[in-house]
């Protein structure tokens, strides 16, 4: 027996962990991982934004939400995760969840509801990391 840690993954031996996680964890959640993107194109379509992540077991897992500088600060952002909210609910979505550096958007998604649950502090010596939910449907 080896163990091996790398910066240069094996993808076959990564979707092999994530397949045997996913059949395990199948014994007591369906296995309903969906993936969910949202985007904002320009006129010349561009993407200026957008939002990834996935929906499972009620919830929407928000990854990454992202507005090109010239066009924050005028609502896309905001139109992006209602969008994505709103696929989630009709996929019969509860819950949204996220994580945010403190130099990132947590200004921002406290203002579209969502709430701290969690903190970790000190990456790279200095920022917090602040983890978030939201109920979707009461």
Not at 13 to 24: G, K, M, N, P, V
Not at 69 to 87: D, L, N, T, V, Y
Request: aromatic share 14%; charged share 30%.
């Amino acid at each position: 027996m080896k163990i091996v840690a790398t910066d240069k993954p094996d993808r076959q031996a990564d979707e092999h962990i994530i397949s045997q996680t996913r059949q395990h964890n199948a014994q007591f959640v369906p296995n309903d991982f969906t993936a969910l993107s949202v985007y904002c194109r320009d006129d010349d379509d561009l993407v200026i934004g957008g939002l990834t992540g996935k929906t499972y077991w009620n919830y929407l897992d928000i990854e990454f939400l992202w507005v090109h500088e010239e066009h924050r600060k005028c609502g896309i952002a905001s139109r992006i995760i209602k969008a994505a909210e709103a696929q989630a609910i009709a996929r019969q979505c509860k819950y949204a969840m996220l994580d945010t550096y403190e130099f990132q958007a947590l200004g921002f998604y406290l203002k579209q509801g969502y709430e701290q649950f969690g903190e970790l502090c000190d990456y790279d010596g200095q920022y917090s990391r602040h983890y978030l939910k939201k109920r979707l449907v009461k």
